[in-house]
Nanobody, 115 residues
Framework: QVQLVESGGGLVQPGGSLRISCAASGITFSLYRMSWYRKAPGKERELVAAITSGGSTNYADSMKGRFTISRDNTKNTVYLQMNSLKPEDTAVYYC?????????WGQGTQVTVSS
């Protein structure tokens, strides 16, 4: 059974930082492209960042320089370090695992940026 379990979300003040994690089980984690998506109320789901099995990364333009995606294949975990957070970063953040036609999603973790 495949599980992607996000954690680390919460309430943070504007300008603050937060690191969220996604622990995977039931897959050969090192082979998968791992991504973070987010969905804010009233908006479409959007890609935040992705990291390939080889460690290459890409980011949405609005996250470049503020967010960092990383992975630890020994822990089957992908991370998203978020700095300089803005109120518009408030959303549910979802972990995604992709390998060919295999796609898995986590249940999401809420990140709220507010004073």
């Amino acid at each position: 059974q495949v599980q992607l379990v996000e954690s680390g979300g919460g309430l943070v003040q504007p300008g603050g930082s937060l690191r969220i994690s996604c622990a995977a089980s039931g897959i050969t984690f090192s082979l998968y492209r791992m991504s973070w998506y987010r969905k804010a109320p009233g908006k479409e789901r959007e890609l935040v960042a992705a990291i390939t099995s080889g460690g290459s990364t890409n980011y949405a333009d609005s996250m470049k320089g503020r967010f960092t995606i990383s992975r630890d294949n020994t822990k089957n975990t992908v991370y998203l370090q978020m700095n300089s957070l803005k109120p518009e970063d408030t959303a549910v953040y979802y972990c995604n695992a992709l390998l060919s036609n295999l796609v898995y999603w986590g249940q999401g973790t809420q990140v709220t940026v507010s004073s």
